[in-house]
């Protein structure tokens, strides 16, 4: 496979996070940069999917991010969701099927079911695209990376 449109994915990474943060959870972007201070600890969520292109979505956020989205979408005191992995996998399956949806209209796709994991992907890889985010609540990041996954 080509090596991807970096700045293109990075964009539609960006804007299909924002509106779905937005819209269905309540927490605003406020830019496209970590915060301050070097790499925040986050928890990340993956999806695979199968179609044309196949790959892999990723989303991270950090404690806070986390437990104030799942606030906000279960309408809940932020400092104590009782679902915040039930509720930070299914961000990870609407985000993943916005941005599939935006990237390859044209195609189906069948996602995975959406799993916590220890980390994001190798950046290095070429067919990978990151964007970082700001939050009003913390920090995310949005990955993909398209193509046959080992």
Not at 20 to 43: H, I, S, W
Not at 47 to 59: E, S
């Amino acid at each position: 496979m080509p090596d991807l449109d970096r700045a293109r994915v990075q964009d539609l990474l960006h804007q299909c996070a924002q509106t779905v943060l937005e819209t269905m959870y309540f927490a605003t972007v406020e830019g496209r940069q970590p915060p301050d201070g070097g790499p925040v600890p986050m928890r990340w969520v993956e999806v695979r999917f199968r179609g044309d292109p196949p790959g892999v979505f990723q989303i991270g956020l950090s404690h806070e991010a986390a437990l104030s989205v799942a606030a906000g979408f279960m309408g809940e005191d932020p400092q104590c969701p009782e679902n915040t992995e039930d509720v930070i996998r299914e961000l990870a399956n609407v985000v993943c099927g916005a941005v599939l949806s935006r990237l390859e209209s044209d195609s189906s796709f069948e996602l995975g079911s959406p799993r916590l994991v220890d980390g994001p992907m190798d950046e290095t890889d070429s067919r990978v695209a990151r964007c970082d985010l700001l939050l009003d609540c913390g920090a995310a990041a949005v990955c993909l990376r398209l193509g046959t996954v080992p």
